[in-house]
């Protein structure tokens, strides 16, 4: 770390530094103690590195060439380099965005010193490796050269012996010198100058065998030999080569970059009807919903194994998959987003079940629009990808959905960051996933890779279906998720009025159906799941009655006439006769033939009917025995034997020990599961009031150091005692006002002693402040403080 730069930093003013703590707010947390050590904080290699992965292409551009001219520079030398990359040098929007990026640069003390001496920060050099595609100076590529070899090199370039000297300084002179590297191009043959080309505007290495070899300029016979023997090419190991940047430099005709643009490319796609995507949006939303509900309602009463890697099989996936009536990858999408916001589980680490948990018994009870909002907001902070689903992982196993290993610690930052894209583009265009792409890596440049492309798909394909856009355009209710939120409601009452009004009546018909024209209330289609089965899904559901299903929803403890009781409150016409005489049948039928616990035994008041029991053939793998002329016992267990006898056409209902018949529910099968962990994708930064007692803090510090003040002694007189409450107001009023206080303070042997002190910052039950008893900044237990006092 450089004098000069802290010196700069020390020289801004108060703005100045709130304005970087505001934008860079790791540098003060926690408060540095002076300057020097705020200096030497924004310049460490991974400070540096996390701000410059922040910079657009454009700004990571400056810094490049800062970086690579000789410092300092003057703003118009920079800005006619630059200049050089870009087709309309004149362009009054290159010339502002370059004044707004140095400036902005500045701030984030990237950039130190006046327009007239500009310089990198120290530690950008070093974190830069290869700016622009560049290679490394001279000096660094004939480092490890030893001094003979260098000589030959000058020897073979000048044609006169080294005089003495630094050979590795000597080179790079030379090298440095335009008219000697044209003379050496000049000299070697076409391959040669067109190896050097592929080079120019990098990557600026490669691999050649033996890249080591010492040929001299005169035996050279390939053309990597006659680009090694001018120092044309450097060897950095046993079989890599690579381009000293002053080579490249004079190959790309002095300019840094090869193309450059002050403004991010646009978001092209189709147009749409804002009005329309929202309400597209909206039935997704509604759809996508109602989906994570019927899983969680499906698993309560049917739940699939957790395998021994943790997921989910690949045959329940497909279960869930026909259920639905979805393509395979928007089951797993529902499936992650019901785990990640804790409405299902696994109930145990072994050989347990994925079940709903007590928090979807809770989310349930919501409105739709406000369950919308918490799916919504889990796909978006999450970091699972379930995009990733059928995959292999890097053994070249398969990654099920619910995985442990679908987890990556991009997602959510990814996911935020392109429906921020989204929400900077035309009023109704649907941006295309090229766009998006192209606008991404104009946006994060040092973030590109496959694999974020990747995520920028799913992020996509799983925003429409989820219903955060429609058609392809961020809905209203989308761009209310994203940090800032949106002026004109929550996403929840924006949402709410797009949504189609739960029905409350189905249409009955004589073919044993029920159909209902929209989406039902949520009690009418939990009865309907319980008392029917969907026959068909679309614009309208068809559900189908039939003996099963009737028997499900007696066992569950309803009666004949409650049944028929709410299908005549909820139908639009009579209820048929063929479904009266159902369920009335049925419910004759049903409990006749009770199954107790022997194993399991029978026990019916019609001997007639147990006799028909003993006499089918089907009873023999039951292995029944008449214990008396209404009771049966059997050595299967009791859900076993209820199965089978109703398999054979009989109705029997489970029976207690106290012999009450059991009634069974969907909803009863729940495990806890794992305390939900959910961080935001987000940092909103430190408030303004943080900020300024910090920087007040780092300057209280900074005089102190530079003045090497003596310690004050300690007041005389009883050490202050007061009010708790009392004490933090006071302190509150000192840090607002940057006046200084007298306190008692218990040491850890519990001892009071006084200090002065001039408050900074409070937070988490501590004081930070600078101590003039002891000349340095501390910070204070708060529960330690005794009282507070006014200086005289």
């Known amino acids: 770390m450089s004098t000069e730069f802290t010196e700069w930093l020390r020289s ?39 701000m410059l992965d922040r910079l657009d292409r454009f700004t990571l551009s400056v810094m490049e060439a800062l970086s690579v001219l000789p410092s300092p520079i003057s703003y118009r030398s920079l800005q006619a380099q630059m200049a050089r990359s870009l087709p309309g040098a004149a362009d009054p929007v290159f010339r502002s965005t370059l ?34 595609g560049l290679g490394p100076p001279a000096v660094e590529v004939f480092r490890h050269h030893h001094t003979e070899r260098l000589a030959e090199l000058i020897q073979d370039i000048t044609d006169e012996d080294h005089g003495g000297g630094d050979t590795k300084e000597a080179l790079a002179d030379l090298l440095g010198d335009q008219k000697v590297v044209g003379r050496l191009i000049e000299d070697v043959s076409p391959q040669a100058r067109s190896a050097l080309n592929e080079l120019a505007w990098g990557p600026p290495s490669g691999r050649v065998p033996n890249a080591r070899r010492e040929v001299r300029a005169a035996d050279a016979q390939s053309p990597i030999e006659q680009l090694l023997s001018r120092a044309l090419l450097g060897a950095t190991g046993e079989e890599t080569v690579v381009l000293p940047r002053e080579v490249g430099l004079f190959l790309r005709d002095g300019r840094i970059h090869q193309d450059l643009s002050p403004v991010p490319p646009s978001l092209d796609g189709a147009g749409r009807d804002r009005g329309l995507a929202d309400r597209t949006a909206a039935g997704q939303a509604f759809t996508f919903t109602r989906a994570v509900e019927e899983l969680c309602e499906r698993w309560s009463a049917d739940p699939p194994g957790v395998l021994r890697s943790g997921g989910l099989a690949v045959r329940d996936l497909k279960r869930i998959t026909a259920l639905l009536d979805l393509p395979e990858w928007v089951a797993g999408l529902i499936i992650e987003v019901a785990h990640a916001a804790g409405l299902v589980a696994a109930s145990g680490a072994v050989d347990g ?92 440049p040092r973030r590109r ?56 009546h189905v249409f009955l018909q004589a073919d044993l159906t029920a159909v ?46 409650e049944i028929l009781a709410m299908l005549e409150r909820h139908s639009t016409t009579p209820v048929p006769q063929p479904l009266s005489y159902l369920v009335t ?58 199965d089978s006898l109703r398999a054979m056409g009989y109705a029997p209902a489970a029976e207690s020990l106290d012999g009450d018949v059991i009634i069974t529910q969907l909803d009863v099968r729940r495990t806890e599961g794992p305390p939900l962990v959910r961080s935001s994708a987000t940092f909103n930064g430190l408030e303004a009031e943080v900020v300024a007692a910090a920087i007040r803090a780092v300057r209280a510090g900074d005089a102190a150091h530079q003045a090497r003040r003596v310690p004050l002694d300690a007041p005389d007189g009883q050490v202050p005692r007061s009010p708790a409450t009392a004490t933090i107001s006071a302190l509150r009023d000192a840090i607002r006002q940057g006046s200084q206080v007298w306190i008692g303070y218990l040491d850890s042997q519990g001892n009071a002693t006084s200090r002065i002190l001039e408050p900074a910052r409070m937070e988490g039950g501590y004081l ?25």
Request: aromatic content about 4%.
């Open 353 to 444: 079940d994925w079940l709903p948990t007590p928090v979807y018994d809770a989310w349930r009870m919501k409105g739709t629009e406000d369950r919308w909002v918490i799916l919504a907001m889990t796909w978006l902070t999450m970091d699972r990808v379930p995009g990733m689903i059928g995959e292999r992982d890097e053994r070249d196993r398969l990654l099920n959905a619910l995985h442990p290993d679908l987890r990556r610690s991009a997602a959510a930052e990814v996911r935020t960051t392109t429906l921020g894209m989204l929400a900077t583009a035309a009023p109704g265009v649907a941006p295309t996933l090229g766009s998006v792409r192209e606008r991404l890596a104009w946006e994060q």
């Open 585 to 642: 049948d049925v419910a004759r039928r049903h409990g006749r033939m009770r199954i107790g616990t022997a194993s399991a035994y029978v026990r019916c008041d019609d001997s007639s009917l147990l006799d028909e029991v003993m006499a089918d053939k089907r009873a023999i793998p039951l292995r029944l025995r008449r214990l008396a002329p209404t009771v049966i016992a059997s050595k299967s267990s009791r859900p076993a034997l209820i």
């Open 99 to 132: 004044k707004e990026t140095v400036e902005r640069l500045r701030t984030l003390v990237l950039v130190y010193g006046p327009d007239g001496a500009l310089a990198p920060a120290p530690g950008v050099r070093e974190v830069l490796d290869g700016p622009a």
């Open 516 to 561: 209902a024209p929209g989406p039902l209330t949520t009690e009418l289609r939990r009865w309907l799941a319980l008392s029917a089965k969907v026959e068909s899904t679309g614009g309208a559901t068809v559900y189908r009655f039939d003996e099963g299903s009737i028997r499900r929803a007696l066992d569950a403890g309803q009666g004949a006439d």
């Open 449 to 504: 890779g496959g694999h974020r492309d990747q995520l920028v798909e799913f992020t996509l394909r799983e925003a429409e279906q989820i219903g955060v856009t429609g058609l392809g355009v961020l809905s209203a209710h989308g761009r209310a998720l994203l940090p800032g939120g949106s002026r004109t409601g929550s996403p929840g009452e924006l949402l709410a009025p797009l949504l189609p009004e739960p029905l409350d």
């Open 768 to 792: 930070t402040a600078y101590d003039e008893t002891r000349a340095a900044v501390h910070r204070f237990a708060l529960h330690r403080i005794t009282g507070i006092a006014e200086l005289a």
């Open 12 to 50: 801004r003013s108060d703005d100045q530094l709130r304005a970087l703590a505001a934008v860079r707010p790791e540098l003060v947390t926690p408060v540095p103690a002076h300057l020097e050590g705020l200096a030497g904080r924004a310049s460490s290699p991974s400070a540096v590195g996390r």
